[in-house]
């Protein structure tokens, strides 16, 4: 009886656990609140509205920007930008360009944060050596974007996206590194905070 008890008790507490970042409160940068007011001046200018800025996929954003930069998991054998390496308090992955461990980006704001629905990640970047000097910009993501059918399309809700309705977004740049989230659901620990530099 004592073993069951036991069992049961990890049980309780593995489906309880708080999210790792949950009590976190983002601060966007000048440059990621940048990026984002022309994320949506470019909606705005395709008649789309304006996605509220989310303090959860902010955090999402923000580490993983942190993550691509300092650990590089981009640069393992076929894994790109949507990647998350094993040195954080996450499920690693290596993001193929078949697709099939999509839900481990999918499901990192629900891991992560207290948001309680999957996000879905636009990137740009490289940790290969020839970008290593390069600095991102909110112009040069955007304008990468904008040349990418499939990130402009989750931008502009076309294609399989057009009946995605975002209510929440997160933006982060680091280095060579910009991410941006987006999420179907409003965010109930609102907005990130904002520099006041």
Not at 69 to 79: A, V
Not at 125 to 147: D, H, N, R, V
């Amino acid at each position: 009886m004592f073993g069951l008890n036991l069992l049961l008790s990890v049980l309780i507490l593995s489906f309880t656990q708080e999210p790792i970042y949950a009590t976190a409160k983002a601060t966007i940068s000048n440059t990621e609140n940048e990026l984002y007011e022309m994320i949506m001046e470019y909606r705005a200018k395709k008649g789309l509205k304006k996605i509220p800025l989310s303090n959860a996929l902010t955090v999402v954003a923000q580490a993983h920007c942190k993550d691509l930069t300092e650990q590089q998991p981009d640069l393992r054998k076929r894994c790109n930008a949507h990647s998350w390496s094993d040195q954080g308090s996450w499920k690693s992955c290596c993001y193929t360009p078949d697709h099939k461990t999509a839900s481990c980006m999918w499901d990192k704001p629900k891991e992560l944060t207290s948001y309680k629905s999957e996000g879905f990640e636009i990137a740009a970047g490289s940790s290969e050596p020839t970008y290593s000097e390069f600095i991102m910009t909110p112009e040069y993501a955007l304008s990468s974007w904008k040349k990418s059918t499939h990130h402009n399309n989750v931008i502009l809700n076309k294609g399989i996206w057009k009946s995605a309705n975002w209510n929440a977004i997160g933006i982060g740049i680091k280095g060579g590194f910009a991410c941006v989230w987006f999420g179907k659901i409003t965010d109930p620990s609102g907005e990130p905070n904002r520099s006041t530099n």
